[in-house]
DNA sequence: GTCTATAATTCGATAGAC
DNA sequence: GTCTATCGAATTATAGAC
């Protein structure tokens, strides 16, 4: 059945993104699936097979929301920075704080996929490449007479600002002791206002 | 004998960093060391216990430079953000940076304690906490007038770019095939003029 | 497609000799 | 302090009934 094969993504992404590749366990995901170990053999293949099925149906809405609203704005004759990095920002912003709970899995995925240096992730990349250098040629649009190194650096920083919010939103809020929502405005905001004059 | 004890603290360091605790197995900790299971029962106790030993030893050094650099700024009259910054970031670069494959796994064990959502990861924040709580103090001095909202944003953008900087490391090295060298004073200067605008 | 049962490893921890 | 041997539990993966 269809359900069970999401049901089992769904899991198996959470138990991924919480514990990371070694520390989920197959039993763990079909105690929570409600279904049994075969399934996962039956629908995916091995423990990896299934973690590449959850990558893969990961990476693409995000990455293809952040390139549809940048192709937007590269029809603008005014090609403005700030735009650009409101096009990166927002979509997987939006994503994390819409989604509750199941957004905090998707930006703890995230977060580990970008950072986690088992073999298992390397093929994470690929999946981002293409979004990467679309939006490194923007930034060389909207400010132009950087050297090749400057823009690969800055891209570099902008990713890191989203990439520690997402995966720390935990323990900063913890720490700090805020509400437990935030604001998602105000978070893309401060993050585009940081980098627009870091840049 | 104390060489032991030691040694299975820097084999142990390295699983960690580089599998993650759940990753990480006493047996290959043990096989790299050269001794046997029973030698961590007995030096450490749990697999637990050896992580919050290697934790320990780990963070105590780098904040120390941290903490000791930025004293020395504060007797300064005129105290400079750039300073500031400066004494944030050039401990953990250095250190990343000399001590060549030891420094690459410090480095991917640093952004794993501050990225990791998994419980044994917890107390990492009792290590740190007193470092943060003095570079905020600092931030104020050198840059009236904004609100506790805006340092702690600040802060932890700041921690954002070195984060992810070392993680990433291999990554990034790999994807833009540059040399396998890099140049500490270039990237810690690249930080702080982002960072020192987007204060 | 779903499930039970189980094979084959591997892991953390401990007992006990030296 | 060091090491071997081993226990009990947990893991992935598979075989085979329904």
Known sequence: MKKTRDQLLDIAERHFAIYGFAGATLRGIIKDAGTNVASIAYHFGTKEDLFQAVLERFAKPVVSQQLSKLETELQSKNLKLRNVLLAFY??????????????????????????????????????????????????????????????????????????????????????????????????????????????
């Open 90 to 199: 927002e979509p997987p912003m939006k994503m994390a704080h819409s989604l509750g709970k199941k957004g905090e899995i998707l930006s703890l995925f995230l977060g580990r996929s970008q950072t986690e240096p088992e073999p298992v992730f390397n093929e994470v990349d690929k999946h981002y490449a293409d979004c990467r250098d679309q939006f490194i040629k923007a930034f060389e649009r909207a400010l132009p007479g950087l050297t090749k190194e400057d823009y690969h650096w800055r891209f570099e920083f902008m990713l890191s600002l989203i990439v520690c919010f997402l995966t720390r939103q935990k323990q900063i809020r913890g720490r700090y002791e805020t509400r437990t929502d935030w604001n998602p405005d105000e978070a893309i905001n401060r993050m585009i206002s940081f980098c627009e004059s870091g840049f």
